[in-house]
């Protein structure tokens, strides 16, 4: 028998996370400046509301730096991050000749980002991919990472692969046309960041979150930029410690601790047929009802779950959720994908800023039931 170790240039996989205000308009420089890439093409993939929007300053820059740009726009909506888009996507990218050097711009929010990202790490056996998220939750979330996905019929992001992106370029400015709902969305999946995150990052979201009022628009200001690097950072601290999420890693700092709330967010979304809520809007109930069965086990004090619930409220106002049937909710938590051997882990919070990672087997159905009816039928979510 003979074994070989294959040495992977890990440099080779670095990227970079650049944030500020009209960042936008500098793509074609940042490119032009990155010694690591060589495009003669470049792909600006997005939708049409996101491209009516910031394309004509994108595309500007990218011919600026003397680069041959074309654009490729998808429908919006989540349903439209399919195979038969992936399958469009591709064609077009082999039609218009684009080589291995050459580059794709995700232009948009996280369908944007997971549909770009999938056709990059699959054309050619992959391309060099830059993310330039334009969502609230793709600026914290979904651009930085490197998971990638489209979505199946039988359900969400089951046919991905890990494809980390040469430059994550956030232009906060871009955040300003973003719609309230989406605003709220991405608070949500910010505060889920926030509470496994740590006291600090918990503290700087909320004093954030307590002056910006529901109903006002984003503006890019150094707080702003500050606080999104700060998710930023958190997020890839979880990532350089875990990118595969691996499957028998059950420690705190394991990528699946970013399913922080995602246990519940899964079940509300599958029994509403993905119509009721944004999927950050299901994750902050998701993020009350882990912090109500967090308390319940003793894991977190009581007055840490009100500054959980504290922060979930400032996040802007959630679409009732009290007319959902719980027994089916139930059921759909028991079949969450997440779940591995046909066990749930769920991530629970024994402190702001440590997650706990506890076998479903540890709470029993009448916990569960109670901590969804607190949390699903409290009257004041709207
Ligand atoms: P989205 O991409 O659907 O964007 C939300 C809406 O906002 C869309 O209508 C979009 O056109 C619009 N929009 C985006 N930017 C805008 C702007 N600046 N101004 C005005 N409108 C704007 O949704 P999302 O919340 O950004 O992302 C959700 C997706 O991300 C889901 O598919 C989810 O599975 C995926 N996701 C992926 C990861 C990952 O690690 N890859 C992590 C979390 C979520
Ligand atoms: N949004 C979860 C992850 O990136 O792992």
Redesign the pocket.
């Known amino acids: 028998m003979r074994r070989l170790q294959i040495q992977l240039a890990r440099d080779a996989r670095t990227s970079e996370i650049n944030i500020g205000d009209g960042l936008r308009r500098e793509l074609g420089s940042y490119i032009r400046n990155d010694e690591r890439l060589k495009p003669r093409r470049v792909g600006v993939i997005s939708?049409r509301?996101?491209f009516a929007?910031?394309g004509r300053d994108v595309m500007r820059s990218l011919k600026a730096a003397k680069f041959s740009a074309v654009e490729w726009l998808m429908p919006?909506?989540?349903r439209y991050?399919s195979l038969r888009s992936l399958e469009r996507l591709l064609t077009f990218l082999a039609e218009k000749s684009f080589e291995r050097s050459d580059v794709v711009v995700a232009l948009?929010?996280?369908?944007?980002?997971?549909l770009a990202?999938f056709s990059a790490a699959v054309y050619l056996r992959g391309i060099p991919l830059i993310q330039l998220p334009?969502?609230l939750?793709?600026q914290i979330?979904?651009s930085v990472?490197g998971?990638?996905?489209v979505n199946l019929p039988t359900g969400?992001?089951l046919v991905g692969a890990f494809h980390q992106p040469a430059n994550v370029l956030i232009d906060v400015g871009?955040?300003n046309?973003?719609?309230q709902r989406?605003l709220v969305?991405?608070f949500c999946?910010m505060t889920k960041q926030a509470l496994i995150g740590s006291q600090s990052l918990f503290e700087q979201t909320v004093a954030y979150l307590r002056k910006s009022p529901f109903g006002a628009r984003l503006r890019a200001t150094d707080e702003l930029e500050a606080l999104i690097a700060a998710h930023c950072e958190f997020k890839a601290s979880i990532v350089a410690g875990d990118e595969r999420e691996s499957t028998d890693r059950l420690d705190r700092s394991s990528r699946k601790v970013l399913n922080f709330g995602h246990t519940t967010a899964h079940a509300l979304e599958a029994v509403t047929n993905y119509r009721v809520f944004?999927?950050?809007e299901a994750v902050g109930y998701g993020l009350l009802v882990a912090g109500e069965i967090s308390r319940s086990l003793g894991l977190l004090q009581q007055e840490e779950l009100v500054a959980l619930r504290e922060a979930v409220q400032l996040c802007g106002p959630l679409p009732t959720a009290g007319q959902l049937n719980l027994n089916r909710i139930l059921r759909a938590v028991k079949h969450d994908k997440k779940s591995l051997g046909g066990e749930i882990n769920w991530v629970l919070l024994e402190g702001i800023g440590r997650p706990k990672i506890v076998s479903g087997r540890e709470i029993n159905e009448s916990l569960l039931r109670q901590s969804l009816q607190t949390v699903l039928k409290a009257p004041t979510r709207k």
């Open positions: 939708n509301r996101v929007l910031y919006e909506g989540e991050k948009g929010g996280g369908v944007v980002g997971d990202g334009t969502s939750l793709a979330d979904s990472g998971k990638t996905a969400k992001n871009t955040l046309s973003l719609p989406e969305a991405g999946e944004r999927h950050g």
